[in-house]
């Protein structure tokens, strides 16, 4: 009933810069939380960048300063804008969103997209 859609992974050089997006859909009445997670080969899925309805953002201390998460809250869309990226960065990114469905219970879903890869390589 909720889909996530990821855009943008792709492969890039090290010092560039990718923006990644992704779009909720379906039957939602109201998001709180959209969050941008990775995982990388052997490694479990960290917290890369978090952002709240009230326009409050999180980053992990890996991105500060290279990383912006970014909201359209009209179109349902978060964005993750990734500058100077480093080989480091390579990982498959997942969108996540913290949703209400229902206008009479007041009960929040976490949904996931199927995530986008990201390869910084020279």
């Known amino acids: 009933q909720v889909q996530l859609v990821e855009s943008g992974g792709g492969l890039v050089q090290p010092g560039g810069s990718l923006r990644l997006s992704c779009a909720a859909s379906?039957?939602?009445?109201?998001?709180?939380?959209m969050n941008w997670y990775r995982q990388a080969p052997g490694n479990e899925r960290e917290l890369v960048a978090a952002s709240t309805s009230g326009g409050s953002t999180n980053y992990a201390d890996s991105v500060k300063g290279r990383f912006t998460i970014s909201r359209d809250n009209a179109k349902n869309m978060v964005y993750l804008q990734m500058n100077s990226l480093k080989p480091e960065d390579t990982a498959v990114y997942y969108c996540?969103?913290?949703?209400?469905?229902?206008?009479?219970?007041?009960?929040?879903?976490?949904?996931w997209g199927q995530g986008t890869q990201v390869t910084v390589s020279s």
């Open positions: 996540n969103a913290r949703i209400r469905t229902r206008v009479y219970q007041n009960i929040e879903n976490d949904y």
């Open positions: 379906g039957r939602i009445f109201s998001i709180n939380a």
